[in-house]
């Protein structure tokens, strides 16, 4: 029924980039909030990044502000995750999510999430 599927993950150098992505089915995508969750061996999931329907909003953690951009394709039913100046601090398994409602930075707001894809950021 609903299925998030993410892709992109990898290897990469301190410094490199890696474009994620996020195909749904099995929801109107655009009456849902998406959004990146990230999660590091022996840590709490945590906040990346979010965009409301349209993506008519946008807002990012602090620590990946101005390197990462979130955007999204209604037509497509994908959203996308831009990394630039990738650090060894952003390696984890990251997870797109998504809920009916308004945005949130708890992942206990959200309804479904992906399997998730490694993103390894070498020194």
């Known amino acids: 029924q609903v299925q998030l599927v993410e892709s992109g993950g990898g290897l990469v150098q301190a410094g490199g980039s890696l474009r994620l992505s996020c195909a749904a089915s099995?929801?109107?995508?655009?009456?849902?909030?998406m959004a990146w969750f990230r999660q590091a061996p022996g840590k709490e999931r945590e906040f990346v990044a979010v965009t409301r329907w349209r993506g008519d909003t946008t807002d990012y953690a602090d620590s990946v502000k101005g390197r990462f951009t979130i955007s999204r394709d209604n037509a497509k039913n994908t959203v996308s995750l831009q990394m630039n100046s990738l650090k060894p601090e952003d390696t984890a398994i990251y997870y797109c999510?998504?809920?009916?409602?308004?945005?949130?930075?708890?992942?206990?707001?959200?309804?479904?999430w992906g399997q998730g894809t490694q993103v390894t950021v070498s020194s």
């Open positions: 999510a998504a809920r009916w409602g308004p945005a949130g930075v708890q992942p206990q707001m959200y309804h479904y």
């Open positions: 099995g929801i109107i995508f655009s009456d849902y909030t």
